[in-house]
């Protein structure tokens, strides 16, 4: 018997029955992570996932998709991170679904609803969001990417760095400069086919973790794309973007709960086993202190996730909700995989290991998605904090009487900008 909380248990009949097919798929089709170079078995995988309704879980069913809510989907994605050791492949669902499809459902109109959401619900192609760039993580406002208007369409210049599906991506959502210097109504979104002219995907990166997802480089020069395919209105990327990212923070970092619960589950089972000095570890103290902390950790974690997604599902607009649990979540998925390692000894730093591979797999969730620094910005901002930086005092008091007194400005605002850097 598990030690840990199902958190479907509440919810709904079908959502329960879901979660467990999806976890046997997973555990009988989705093993360790392919190549990164190995673009057919990653397919194979997506079109069963697309099968199991996966890929489209959010999407209205009118669409292709299941319909289901931020609530039942994040039971899903845990359900998808418990099933499987390629985090990686969770992680390409989510941004696929939550950074490129639901902007398309959400802002766009019903001809390209009915042109692209049915196939990417399916699993028959697949999404990314391009945003990031070499010179525009967290600053996303410094995007250099232009997009100019010659009439009855735009012309698409630029370059993307860390795209997540990238090098199997079929279509792209893309942002770009349509208005320079016109802040957060200066971008727009762009839904843009992969094989357009113009467009080309750099090799995979190697990365330390999330091995089971591709991502690379995006270039576009002088990308001819129809005007039909602008996602909201000319001016709204900012917005759309911002929209897309309350259900990637929300839903996305529900498979690393998946991930932390099957982590916690193999080192209980451990410590219960591995014996030094004529006892099981796990009667020690220190050891059972330490796992006790790992659940606390996966446990909070869950409950503001279940409160960030609950809100989505309500048609909340708070921000600062996603913004913990992302944090929370994040956090949580470092500290269990650096536990989960010591608590091995020398079995935690051999490759292949759950424990390890969690740790490698948690560091990017403290990155993407906008960092934890920006999220703690963000929130700050909400708790009427941040937004300034006083006079120091003494200068305060050296420059009373003066008609003025001069002040520093935000140390952070450079970055500090209404939208952060997301999955790619």
């Known amino acids: 018997m598990s ?34 170079t190995d673009h057919a078995e990653f397919r194979r995988r997506w079109l069963l996932a697309g099968r199991q309704g996966l890929v489209g879980s959010v999407v209205p069913e009118r669409y292709g998709g299941s319909g289901l809510d931020a609530v039942a989907a994040t039971a899903v994605l845990e359900a998808l991170g418990h099933g ?10 989510a941004a ?81 400069v349509t208005t320079p210097g016109g802040g957060f109504f200066g971008l727009t979104a762009f839904c843009v086919e992969a094989d357009t002219p113009g467009l080309t995907v750099g090799p995979p990166y190697d990365k330390v973790g999330l091995r089971g997802s591709p991502t690379a480089d995006v270039r576009l020069d002088g990308c001819v794309v129809p005007a039909d395919r602008v996602i909201g209105a000319e001016g709204a990327g900012a917005g759309v973007f911002a929209g897309s990212m309350k259900w990637e923070r929300t839903c996305l970092f529900a498979a690393y709960l998946g991930a932390m619960r099957r982590v916690v ?34 446990e909070s974690a869950r409950l503001l996730l279940d409160k960030a997604a609950r809100g989505l599902a ?36 051999l490759t292949g290991g759950d424990a390890e591979t969690l740790l490698r797999d948690a ?36 420059t009373r009487g003066r008609a003025t007194a001069p002040t520093d400005p935000p140390a952070d605002s450079p970055t500090d900008s209404p939208t952060d850097s997301p999955t790619d």
């Open 363 to 398: 560091l990017p969730s403290r990155i993407f998605s906008g960092t934890n620094e920006i999220q703690k910005n963000n929130i700050a901002r909400a708790l009427g904090l941040g937004g300034s930086r006083r006079t120091p005092r003494r200068r305060a008091a050296a």
């Open 265 to 298: 589950e193999s080192t209980v089972e451990h410590v219960r086993e591995r014996e030094q000095f004529g006892a099981p570890i796990g009667t020690f103290q220190a050891v059972s202190h330490r796992v006790v902390d790992m659940v606390l950790a996966l």
């Open 3 to 36: 030690l840990i909380h199902d958190s479907t248990a509440e919810a709904e009949a079908e959502t329960q029955e879901m979660c467990r097919a999806v976890e046997q798929f997973a555990r009988r089709e989705l093993g360790e992570p392919p190549q990164p």
């Open 96 to 176: 696929h679904l939550f950074a490129a499809v639901m902007p398309i459902v959400e802002f766009g109109t019903e001809e390209q609803k009915q042109r692209w959401l049915p196939a990417l619900c399916s699993g028959e192609r697949i999404a990314a969001h391009g945003i990031t760039e070499p010179e525009a993580g967290s600053d996303t406002l410094a995007l250099r990417t232009r997009a100019v208007r010659q009439g009855d369409h735009y012309v698409l210049d630029g370059a993307k760095a860390f795209t997540t599906n990238a090098p199997v991506a079929d279509v792209f959502v893309v942002q770009a």
């Open 84 to 93: 499987t050791p390629d985090t990686g492949f969770a992680f390409s669902v």
């Open 314 to 349: 309500g048609g909340s607009e708070d921000e600062v909700a996603p913004a913990l649990a992302k944090l929370a979540v994040s956090e949580a998925a470092v500290r269990i995989g650096l536990d989960a390692v010591q608590l091995r000894g020398a079995l935690g730093v």
